[in-house]
């Protein structure tokens, strides 16, 4: 290829879309592009991406892929490391440049360092762009330059910005730079073996459509059905009154830039900071999102071991009977068990839900949350280095802004208030379909009468519960006690 059409290797990562890509924006402004994903796993370690995440991501490259070939450029696939990946696929297509978008996961910035350096070093023109974020980590600070670990100042840190850049449409066609030759140089996603060979997905595909079209349409179907009345019913897990958007936004199929106006035009177009009622609610949950990416850029270690250093003096329990009867959904609460089956089936799971089994395991197992983010990283489709630390630490009282240790949910009453009908058990825990909406959060406290009309006993049908809620409180909060009186 001559200079005046110079081919730039697109490297998607996690941004497998077309539309508000600003590396992929850039590169067909200037001329060619081969765009390519490479499958490196092992260069994520020991955060590789879990089963559930392999299963999107197969969906994701299939969809990418289509629309690469429809706007004219053949998406290259190919095994890692990714180094020699991008040099081989330099030579063979004459490339001069080399584009990507951030990312922002300790064992990736390190390695993306390594591989602008010696690509530059190679004569290569190396450039990055922020596809993933409003703002990245290090343009927002407190007054003496440093992070924010508390998420108020942050937010209002991040309004009083300008509004963050406008979102850029898809190039309409992409010039493909010189083909590179069929023969061994490219995989197909069906060969990177990303889905289960046991048929756990069943469920997963019914409920998710990865890519960036169905994306598009969960936006709109939120902003035209959801949004209004998103600040109360986000609370209902038996309602489906969230946007669904997470695994498209963690893959990059839909940029929060592109959802932040979205939501703001709806809202009717002022800023972001003026902005009241449901659609503030939900710009503030894409701002949880940016300050859990804040954190883990600033403090990386945070994926292993807890923000407030004096909690790793915290005395965890090693208990591999719960701590499986809690993975199942077999713990004896129901509230507990239907998110904890959700998650197993669909691959996601319920927010208001997430906080109710992380603070289960935390408290009342006093198993370690990074047992509980482990499980999450394997079985959740939106699995999310950033904001899976943040949660799991916020559950056991050890990282930024983080509810107290000793503020400890009652997994029963949790379930009447937000999950009042009884509906979202029912979902995901048929055995106690049949129980009286005054018995299905508490199976073990009805009586013998009410569970056998209903078709239940306990300790066959559905386990009797593994813990005593008010016992394990104690034991929980003598916990933290050593944890205190140790430092
Ligand atoms: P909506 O309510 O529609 O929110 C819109 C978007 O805002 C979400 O898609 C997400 O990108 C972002 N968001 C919302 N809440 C949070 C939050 N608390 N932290 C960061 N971003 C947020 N979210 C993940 O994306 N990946 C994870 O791995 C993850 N692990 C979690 C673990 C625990 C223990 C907890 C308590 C929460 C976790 N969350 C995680 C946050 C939250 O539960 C999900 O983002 C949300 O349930 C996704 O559903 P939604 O897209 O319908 O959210």
């Not at 590789?48 to 892929?65: I, N, Q």
């Not at 289509?66 to 890692?80: E, K, M, N, T």
Request: with cysteine; aromatic share 10%.
């Amino acid at each position: 290829m001559s200079d005046s059409n110079p081919v730039t290797i697109l490297w998607f990562r996690h941004d497998l879309r077309l539309d508000d890509n600003p590396a992929l924006a850039a590169a067909a402004a200037r001329g060619s592009i081969v765009p390519v994903f490479i499958w490196a796993p092992e260069e994520e370690a020991p955060w590789e991406p879990g089963a559930a995440s392999r299963w999107w991501l197969h969906g994701s490259l299939e969809k990418l892929s289509a629309a690469l070939a429809q706007a004219g450029a053949a998406l290259v696939i190919r095994r890692g490391p990714s180094l020699e990946a991008l040099r081989s696929l330099a030579a063979e297509c004459a490339a001069t440049h080399i584009a990507w978008n951030r990312r922002y996961e300790p064992a990736v910035v390190k390695r993306d360092t390594a591989i602008t350096k010696a690509l530059t070093a190679d004569g290569l023109d190396v450039e990055s762009f922020n596809g993933g974020l409003l703002y990245e980590p290090v343009h927002i600070a407190t007054k003496e330059g440093k992070p924010y670990q508390v998420f108020t100042p942050f937010w209002r840190s991040l309004l009083a910005r300008s509004e963050p850049d406008e979102p850029v449409r898809a190039p309409r066609t992409l010039l493909a730079g010189k083909p590179v030759k069929k023969t061994q140089k490219t995989v197909a996603a069906a060969e990177l073996d990303l889905v289960p060979t046991i048929p756990w997905d069943t469920t997963m595909q019914k409920t998710w459509s990865p890519g960036e079209a169905a994306a598009t349409k969960r936006l709109e179907t939120f902003l035209a059905k959801r949004l209004a009345g998103y600040g109360t019913e986000r609370d209902r897990p038996d309602h489906d009154g969230t946007s669904t958007l997470s695994a498209h936004l963690h893959f990059g199929e839909i940029s929060p830039r592109r959802v932040w106006h979205a939501v703001r035009a709806a809202a009717g177009g002022r800023p972001a900071a003026q902005i009241t009622g449901d659609a503030e609610v939900f710009l503030r949950e894409l701002g949880w999102r940016e300050f859990a990416h804040h954190l883990l850029y600033h403090f990386p270690h945070t994926t292993d071991a807890p923000l407030r250093s004096d909690y790793a003096r915290f005395p965890w329990v090693s208990d591999p009977v719960g701590l499986r009867a809690w993975q199942r959904g077999r713990t004896g609460y129901p509230m507990v068990d239907a998110g904890m089956r959700q998650l197993w089936g669909s691959g996601w799971m319920h927010n208001r839900v997430r906080m109710i089994v992380s603070s289960f395991l935390v408290k009342d197992l006093r198993v370690s949350w990074l047992e509980g983010a482990r499980w999450f990283w394997d079985t959740l489709v939106d699995a999310d280095l950033a904001a899976n630390t943040l949660g799991w630490q916020w559950a056991a009282g050890c990282g930024a802004d983080a509810a107290p240790y000793f503020r400890i949910f009652n997994p029963t009453t949790q379930g009447e208030k937000f999950d009042p009908d009884g509906g979202y058990i029912r979902t995901w825990v048929p055995e106690l379909t049949r129980l009286s909406t005054a018995d299905i959060h508490a199976p073990a406290e009805a009586d013998e009468r009410s569970l056998e009309k209903a078709g239940v006993t306990l300790g066959h049908d559905y386990p009797e519960p593994i813990v005593d809620h008010g016992e394990a409180r104690k034991l929980a909060l003598e916990a933290l006690k050593k944890v205190s009186q140790s430092s």
